[in-house]
């Protein structure tokens, strides 16, 4: 596991030390999910957690004295994303995943008989801004205990280093 995530979730560039140290505590985590599974699912939850974090140590968010609301991971994402700050192309595996998915169709295709059309690029970053912020919401206030796999975990973390990787780049 170590090697997997050494190679997929390292951070890079000038990253405040505080993020630094945070994420390195959420990949101890999932580390220890091999003795422990349940810390997978923490780790996934945590994954969400840093990205708002770095988000809010980025756009140098601090406490006012006004009682100003602080920024949500949702409006911290599209701030991002208007300042040119998150791309699609930051994210390396996205293209993976997407050969992945046409291939998979395709296979599917074959196997049915028929054709399906290939469903239309929606800019990763807009399906992240919509569908992240629920998805930290549904572990942060659970209906049911939820027990992810490592992989599902690891997926978190990947996501969380190309963030944060785009924020401070080289």
């Not at 596991?1 to 390292?10: A, L």
């Not at 409006?75 to 993976?96: C, H, I, M, V, Y």
């Given at each position: ?10 951070l890079q560039g000038e990253i ?155």
């Open positions: 596991q170590y090697e997997i995530v050494s190679k997929y979730c390292e405040p030390e505080d993020v630094r140290s945070y994420f390195n505590a959420v990949i101890s985590l999932y580390l220890y999910g091999w003795l422990y599974y349940p810390f997978y699912t923490l780790a996934n939850f945590l994954s969400s957690v840093v990205i708002e974090r770095a988000l809010r140590e980025r756009f140098s968010w601090r406490p006012s004295r006004t009682g100003e609301d602080r920024p949500g991971l949702k409006k911290l994402l599209k701030e991002a994303k208007a300042s040119g700050l998150l791309r699609d192309e930051g994210f390396p595996t996205l293209e993976n995943a997407r050969a992945n998915a046409e291939q998979m169709r395709q296979e599917l295709n074959d196997f049915m008989g028929q054709q399906t059309e290939p469903e239309p690029k929606v800019p990763y970053i807009d399906v992240l801004i919509e569908t992240l912020p629920k998805i930290r919401n549904s572990f942060a206030h659970p209906d049911m205990h939820e027990i992810l796999a490592p992989g599902q975990a690891l997926n978190g973390l990947i996501l969380a280093a190309e963030i944060i990787n785009q924020r401070w780049p080289q």
